[in-house]
């Protein structure tokens, strides 16, 4: 049985406690945008259109800040969940089930907390809302980000495997370091030979459900992104780092030993695919909530 929770898209904020209530139907980048007015954060996903019920059920996994700051699920406080009714009365059974605290929640509760929480969506009933604490870009304000788009070739692939093969090797990496290498593509198979998958059979016929479909790309590309968290506030600032600026300053030095046909090939790709907006340099702070919300893809 598949339940439509669109329209369960609530957002409410307490700010006694810096705490958001959200529907299990609000799209991360609702969430992104609703936070992000105020200057807070949590460690999400990258995908727009993905919702908060399944996404923190799932553990929410962020690739820019996971070593930083955890899941989103670690973030949870409570949550909103309907489970079988009663078998006599038929009355619905809606119960708020909280993060679990030693000679405070029931055994019943904590149980039913990691059940739900990483248990995979709609294991154990429909998770209506939930509520989390949230991160506050003021206590971070040293943060940087630098993300780069090239058009992959197997030399270009191979140094960033083996950049990010060394830096994963440091047993004592600092957590305020992030990194991902993605492969990006975009719809090739509608464009070239006619032929549709379901994913592209379904964003076309649904696409309030399903988002905006993957613009054509002729060939794949690699994102590569990096995130200083600035975990430790102003009690460390990235000029201080000497770590984190030895990391950059290699990924950079990896950008800038592309040919100039990988560079205008980069450029022309990022063309198609909207992506030049998306680079950043690591060279100036951002905020935590607006680097979300500026790399949320749909």
């Not at 962020?62 to 009714?85: C, E, K, M, N, Q």
């Not at 998770?127 to 206590?139: C, G, H, M, Q, R």
């Not at 309030?208 to 200083?228: D, K, N, Q, S, V």
């Not at 030049?276 to 893809?297: A, D, N, V």
Request: charged content about 25%.
């Amino acid at each position: 049985v598949q339940i439509d929770m669109k329209k369960w898209t609530s957002i409410r904020y307490d700010a006694s406690k810096r705490e958001y209530t959200c529907g299990a139907g609000c799209r991360l980048e609702m969430l992104a945008e609703a936070m992000g007015t105020r200057g807070h954060f949590v460690p999400q996903g990258q995908c727009s259109w993905v919702c908060v019920g399944g996404h923190i059920q799932s553990g929410g996994f962020s690739v820019y800040l996971g070593r930083s700051f955890g899941f989103f699920a670690d973030h949870a406080v409570s949550l909103t969940i309907a489970t079988a009714p009663n078998e006599l009365t038929l009355e619905p059974n809606i119960i708020t089930v909280r993060r679990p605290e030693k000679g405070v929640t029931s055994q019943e509760n904590d149980d039913m907390w990691f059940g739900i929480i990483g248990g995979s969506p709609g294991s154990f009933g429909v998770v209506l809302d939930v509520t989390f604490k949230a991160l506050s870009d003021e206590d971070y304000e040293d943060a940087r980000t630098e993300i780069i788009f090239q058009p992959y070739t197997p030399e270009i692939y191979g140094k960033w495997l083996r950049f990010f093969h060394k830096w994963s090797a440091k047993e004592d990496l600092s957590r305020d370091i992030n990194f991902s290498l993605g492969l990006v593509q975009g719809n090739t198979m509608e464009c070239l030979d006619g032929n549709t998958n379901i994913d592209v059979a379904m964003s076309k016929h649904y696409p309030e459900e399903y988002g905006p479909r993957a613009p054509f790309m002729p060939r794949p590309g690699l994102m590569i992104t990096a995130t200083w968290a600035n975990t430790e506030g102003d009690t460390k600032r990235f000029e201080d780092d000497l770590e984190a600026q030895a990391f950059f300053d290699e990924m950079v030095s990896i950008k800038n030993s592309a040919s100039w046909k990988q560079k205008l090939a980069s450029r022309l790709g990022g063309l198609v695919l909207d992506l030049p907006k998306k680079e950043l340099s690591h060279k100036e702070p951002m905020p935590l909530s607006k680097m979300i919300q500026y790399m949320g893809f749909n």
